[in-house]
Structures are given as C-alpha cells and as structure tokens.
C-alpha cells in the first residue's frame, strides 16, 4: 500500500521591481526538500501553489 506526503513551503514577497524574485530566492529551498524526501525513498508526484496576500504557498505531494 502507498503512503502519501504533503509539504507547504511558504514564501514572503517583497517589494521589488524583478517580478520572478519569488521564483529566484524559493528554488533553493525547494530543490533542498525534493533532496531530502528523495534520499528518504519519496517521489514527488504533484504540486500546486496558492497566492494570498504576501504570501506564495508552494505544496509538494510526495509518494512512496
């Protein structure tokens, strides 16, 4: 039987005139959860993201 994984990563916007300075400052951190799910035997299967406010809400669904 499969197990199922969600992770939320949340991103705080700035005031900038570069409109991708959330996609440039999150991908190292994302890149550092997809390792470590990896190195545990999860696979990433979806994604998803929510804006509200300020904030991005990145969602990670993981499988093993």
């Known amino acids: 039987m ?3 994984k969600v992770e939320t990563l949340i ?3 700035k005031f900038t005139f570069d409109k991708n300075h ?5 991908n ?3 890149q550092e959860k997809l390792n470590e799910y990896a190195k ?3 696979r990433l299967v979806s994604t998803d ?3 509200f406010g300020l904030a991005m809400y990145i969602y990670l669904y ?3």
Do not use: Q
């Open 2 to 4: 499969k197990e199922y």
């Open 11 to 13: 991103f705080y916007s």
């Open 22 to 26: 959330l996609a440039k400052s999150s």
């Open 28 to 30: 190292k951190e994302i």
């Open 40 to 42: 545990n035997g999860w």
């Open 49 to 51: 993201t929510t804006e």
């Open 62 to 64: 993981f499988e093993k």
